[in-house]
C-alpha cells in the first residue's frame, strides 16, 4: 500500500528537532561507516538503496521545521534553528567529502544492472562530491571547504530574517491620499490601524501592498515613499538588520570556494549541475535577448513619458512611476481596467478551474481534506488522485500574508518526496504551495490581479512537477533536475493565463458569478504584450547583474550598490537612484543556494515554456491532450535523465528562441 507521510505540525519545535537532528546523524554516521566497512560488492539493493534511503530521512525530520521558519517563525527559535542549518550544512559536506563513500559510489557506477534512473543519482551524487572538494589533495583545504559552505549557510539565514525583520508602515489619516487604491487595499488598511487603536489607516510595507501603491495609488509621493522603502529594506538604515556585510562577505566566500575547486568563479561552479555549458553561453544567450527587450523597453519609456507629461505634467518618469502610468495608458490604449478584470478572479474561482485546467490535461483531481492538520488555520491540505482515481500525493496552501511571521513573495517546497520504499510501496509526494495574497477582510473573498493569478499557477506548475514525478529514486524525483530546467513545468504554466479557454475556466464575477465579457477578455487579450519590453528587461538585468557579479575575479573590490546601479542603466531607460539598495533585497541570489549565479534559469526556461507551449496550441485552441505526452517526457521524469533529452523528446527537435521573440512582439 502506497504511503502519504503526514506532519504532527502541532508538536513540531525546534528544540525537538534539534535533538532528533542530533540523534539522527550519529546513527546515519555509525550506519555508513558499518557499510562501507563491509566492502565490495557494492550494488543498488545493499548500497544505492541504503543511501538512498538515509537521505530522505534526512531529509523527512529537518523539512517540516524548515518550512515552519519560513510560515510561522515565530513559532521557531532563530537561535536553535540556526545551529540546526550548521549541523545539516556540516554532515552533508562531510558525506560529500568521504572518499570511502566516493570510491563505493564510483563502483556502483560501473553495475551494468542499474536502471537508467538509478544511474542517473549515482552519477548526481558522484558530481556533487567532486563539487564538495571530494579530490582536494590537502586535508585543510577539505576542512577550509566545509566551513565556507557552513558559513554560507549561516549568512543566508540571517540575510532572509533581516528582510523579514525590515518592517515598515505608513499612517494615513488622510483619506484623499489612497485615492485609486483598491477597495480591498484601503479596507485591509482600516482594519490594521483598527487592531493597533488608530484612526485613519495603516499600509502594512508587504509585496501585496507595495504592488498595490505602486499601480494604482494617485498620489505620486506616496508611489515614492513605498518604492524607496522597499528598495532600502536590510540597508544600512537599519544598522542592526544591513545586509552589506553579509553580501560582501557571501561573494567572497563563494570566490574562494570556486578557487579551491580549481575554477576562475562562482559562476562556473554554478553551471557545472545545469543544462549551460559555459558561462559564456549564458552571458551570450542573455546579451542576446536583452537586445530585444531594451529596443522594446526604450519605445515604450518613451511612450509612458509622453502620456504621463500631457496626463500630469510628469517631465521625468521614474520607476515609481511607471506601474502607475502603464496601468493607466493601459485603460486609455485598451479601454482596459485591471479592476474591472479583477472582479472576475475571486480565489475560489480561480482554484476550481486550474483544477479543471490540470484534469484537462493530466488526468488529475484534487479533494479538500479539512481533517489534516496544519500549521495556521488559513492552509488547507489536498489529496491528489491520478488519471486512474489512485490517491497519488498530498498538497498544502498556505496563500495569505502573514506580516511578521512569514516570508514574503510566493514559492513551493517538498515536503515529502517520492521514492520507492523496502517493501514495494511507493511513499507519495507531498508539495507545499505559499503565496501573500491579501487575506479576506470582513467576509470578502480576496480577488486576485493578473499578476497573482500568474503567480499562483506558475508555483502550482512547480508543484505539478513535483506531484507527477513517477521516479522511484529519491534523490532524482520530481523537481530534482539541473536548476535551469526547474522553472520550465512552472513558467509553462502561466501560459494557461493567456488562453480564452482556460481563463474561462478560472474566472466568474465575484457578486454574480457571471462569465468575462467577450468584450472585456478581448480588452485583456489585446495587452498582452503591453508593459514586457519592462518587465523582460527587468529579468535581464537582475540575470545579468548576479551571474556577472560571480564572475568577478577580485569581488572584495566589487561597490555592489554602484555594480547594480551601473548594470541597471545600461539596460533600462530609468535612473537608478544611489539610494536605491535593490541588491540588499535580493534573496534569490543571496538568501539560499538555489539561483547564485542562477538566476538567469527564469529567462533560460522561458524559452523552454514558449516553445513547448507552441506544440499544445491548434488553430487557436488548446490541445489538451498534448498534455499527456508533457506529462511523459517532461514532468514525470525528474532528474532520471538529462532535461534536455526530455524536451527535445516533447518538441521533437532542439528548442529555439524564436517562439519566445515572437510571444512578446519582439520579432514577427
Not at 505540525?9 to 550506519?31: F, G, H, V
Not at 566551513?147 to 549561516?154: L, M, P, S
Not at 517532461?634 to 532542439?654: M, Q, Y
Request: one cysteine or more; charged letters at 30%; hydrophobic letters at 40%.
Amino acid at each position: 500500500m502506497n504511503t502519504l507521510i503526514l506532519h504532527d505540525w502541532k508538536n513540531i519545535s525546534a528544540e525537538d528537532t534539534e535533538k532528533k537532528l542530533i540523534a539522527l546523524l550519529e546513527i546515519q554516521r555509525a550506519k555508513i561507516a558499518s557499510r562501507l566497512a563491509e566492502g565490495s560488492p557494492f550494488t543498488w539493493k545493499n548500497f544505492g538503496f541504503f543511501m538512498d534511503e538515509l537521505a530522505d530521512e534526512m531529509h523527512r525530520a529537518w523539512s517540516p521545521l524548515s518550512h515552519l521558519q519560513s510560515v510561522a517563525n515565530s513559532r521557531v527559535s532563530r537561535e536553535v534553528f540556526a545551529r540546526c542549518e550548521k549541523i545539516i550544512s556540516e554532515f552533508d559536506t562531510e558525506l560529500l567529502q568521504n572518499k570511502g563513500l566516493y570510491e563505493a559510489y564510483g563502483e556502483l557506477s560501473d553495475d551494468g544492472e542499474l536502471t537508467d534512473e538509478q544511474r542517473c543519482a549515482v552519477s548526481r551524487i558522484l558530481k556533487k562530491s567532486r563539487l564538495s572538494g571530494v579530490d582536494l589533495p590537502a586535508a585543510e583545504q577539505k576542512k577550509r571547504f566545509g566551513e565556507i559552505k557552513t558559513r554560507i549557510a549561516e549568512l543566508q539565514t540571517t540575510f532572509e530574517n533581516n528582510l523579514t525583520d525590515s518592517e515598515w508602515e505608513k499612517h494615513i489619516t488622510d483619506a484623499s491620499l489612497l485615492l485609486g487604491l483598491p477597495d480591498s487595499t484601503v479596507a485591509l488598511a482600516k482594519r490594521e490601524a483598527e487592531e493597533k487603536g488608530l484612526e485613519g489607516y495603516l499600509v502594512v510595507l508587504n509585496r501585496s501592498n507595495f504592488f498595490s501603491v505602486l499601480e494604482n495609488a494617485k498620489n505620486r509621493e506616496l508611489r515614492y515613499e513605498f518604492f524607496r522603502e522597499w528598495n532600502t529594506r536590510a540597508s544600512e538604515k537599519s544598522d542592526a538588520l544591513d545586509n552589506t556585510l553579509i553580501m560582501k562577505e557571501e561573494l567572497l566566500l563563494r570566490s574562494e570556494e570556486a578557487r579551491i575547486l580549481g575554477f576562475k568563479n562562482f559562476s562556473e561552479v554554478s553551471i557545472q549541475e545545469k543544462m549551460a555549458e559555459s558561462t559564456d553561453e549564458v552571458v551570450d544567450f542573455l546579451r542576446k535577448i536583452a537586445v530585444y527587450s531594451k529596443a522594446a523597453a526604450n519605445e515604450e519609456y518613451r511612450e509612458l513619458s509622453s502620456f504621463a507629461e500631457k496626463r500630469d505634467g510628469i517631465k521625468r518618469l521614474e520607476a515609481w512611476d511607471i506601474p502607475y502610468y502603464a496601468e493607466e495608458l493601459k485603460k486609455e490604449k485598451y479601454a482596459f481596467s485591471e479592476q474591472e478584470w479583477r472582479m472576475y478572479f475571486p480565489l475560489s474561482k480561480v482554484l476550481a478551474g486550474f483544477f479543471e485546467i490540470i484534469k484537462r490535461l493530466y488526468g488529475g483531481s484534487f479533494k479538500e481534506d479539512a481533517l489534516v492538520q496544519v500549521w495556521h488555520p488559513d492552509v488547507r491540505f489536498f489529496r491528489v488522485f491520478d488519471r486512474n482515481g489512485e490517491l497519488s500525493g498530498g498538497l498544502y496552501m498556505d496563500l495569505y500574508g502573514r506580516n511578521k511571521e512569514k516570508r514574503g513573495g510566493a514559492w513551493m517546497s517538498d515536503g515529502v518526496v517520492r521514492r520507492e520504499l523496502a517493501d514495494g510501496s511507493i511513499q507519495l509526494p507531498i508539495g507545499y504551495l505559499c503565496a501573500n495574497f491579501e487575506p479576506p477582510v470582513s467576509g470578502s473573498e480576496p480577488l486576485l490581479t493578473s499578476e497573482e493569478v500568474e503567480t499562483f499557477i506558475h508555483e502550482f506548475g512547480h508543484n505539478m512537477h513535483h506531484l507527477l514525478t513517477k521516479c522511484k529514486v529519491f534523490s532524482v524525483s520530481g523537481t530534482n533536475v539541473e536548476w535551469d530546467a526547474v522553472e520550465l513545468p512552472s513558467q509553462f504554466m502561466e501560459n494557461f493565463c493567456w488562453e480564452k479557454e482556460s481563463i474561462l475556466l478560472m474566472s466568474g464575477h465575484a457578486k454574480t458569478g457571471a462569465p468575462i465579457p467577450d468584450e472585456l477578455l478581448e480588452k485583456k487579450l489585446a495587452t498582452r504584450d503591453f508593459g514586457k519590453g519592462f518587465s523582460e528587461t527587468r529579468l535581464f538585468v537582475l540575470s545579468l547583474f548576479d551571474f556577472l557579479l560571480y564572475m568577478e575575479e577580485d569581488p572584495g573590490s566589487v561597490d555592489i550598490g554602484a555594480y547594480y546601479k551601473k548594470m541597471a542603466e545600461s539596460l533600462e531607460p530609468l535612473t537608478i537612484h544611489d539610494w536605491n539598495r535593490m541588491p540588499w533585497n535580493f534573496a534569490h541570489i543571496f538568501g539560499s543556494d538555489m539561483y547564485t549565479a542562477g538566476y538567469y534559469n527564469y529567462q533560460w526556461a522561458r524559452v523552454l515554456d514558449a516553445d513547448a507551449f507552441s506544440v499544445f496550441m491548434d488553430n487557436g485552441k488548446i490541445n489538451w491532450k498534448a498534455g499527456e505526452k508533457f506529462e511523459e517526457e517532461v514532468l514525470s521524469r525528474g532528474g532520471s535523465r538529462p532535461s534536455a533529452e526530455g524536451i527535445k523528446k516533447f518538441l521533437g527537435r532542439k528548442p529555439t528562441v524564436d517562439a519566445l521573440l515572437r510571444r512578446y512582439g519582439f520579432i514577427k
